[in-house]
């Protein structure tokens, strides 16, 4: 087995993890890992733009433009790391209503993945105004879900 | 102020972040779990399509494509997260050569986010064979970086 074979297969070993449809081979604490992983590459992404929005940084239209489009794009990747099994298995604020309410919980995943292109949107009008616009209302979608679906 | 611009401002001043440029206003541990935070991300996606290559996980075309399409976007994301002064503040086991040799760095950045597309077109070919191709090229720039800039 050639050396690059090797490590690939240690990595597979490593991370047996599984996108919900199969979620019997998904090890819970790496897939609460995932999601925390991607919450806080948003979290440090958006925070670029709040502070962009809040006039804690100055306005950068490239700045804002790419944390924009990061932000869009991890607003689709967090949802398979809350598959069914995963509410416990590694520290997490996730609250059992994540899979309890899956359908309610699915309508905030379906508001922030609404409000995040209109990040990239604003971003790309090179107008403060309407990023400020844009940031309250992503923010209102991480809220939302936040105060019903992770503990304080 | 209203609620969600309290809210808002509370992001920002949580995660006062900057991306290289301004690296001065960049919290290190902030820095540091942000990278954290993608890598696992990317271990995450690029585990699945390792287990498909190593046949410990069945082909599938979607998921595939899905987790490709999302280590593609991660490729791009870490590299702020190595902004200068930031080789302590959290653990890390990245190395002090991430700061001492840049241009070494940039090459190994370069590797992954040219190595990623091809894992998004071969997962569009519907093909295991090209997948498996484009794992082993990823999984090299991968640890060709690994080898060099991050503690064993």
Tied chains: 1, 2.
Excluded at 20 to 36: E, H, L, T, W
Excluded at 91 to 98: G, M, N, S
């Amino acid at each position: 087995m050639q050396a690059t074979w090797r490590w690939v297969a240690g990595f597979a070993l490593a991370s047996v993890v599984a996108a919900g449809a199969v979620a019997q081979n998904v090890r819970p604490d790496r897939a609460i890992k995932y999601r925390q992983g991607v919450m806080t590459a948003m979290n440090w992404n958006f925070g670029v733009l709040a502070a962009m929005a809040k006039g804690d940084r100055p306005y950068d239209k490239d700045a804002a433009l790419k944390s924009a489009t990061f932000v869009e794009e991890l607003s689709h990747m967090p949802w398979d790391g809350f598959a069914p099994g995963t509410d416990k298995g590694a520290p997490t604020k996730a609250l059992p209503e994540v899979w309890k309410e899956p359908a309610k919980f699915k309508e905030h995943q379906d508001a922030l993945m609404n409000a995040a292109p209109k990040l990239v949107a604003a971003a790309k009008t090179g107008e403060l105004a309407a990023l400020k616009t844009a940031v309250g209302e992503a923010g209102r979608a991480c809220n939302g879900c936040h105060d019903d679906f992770r503990e304080k």
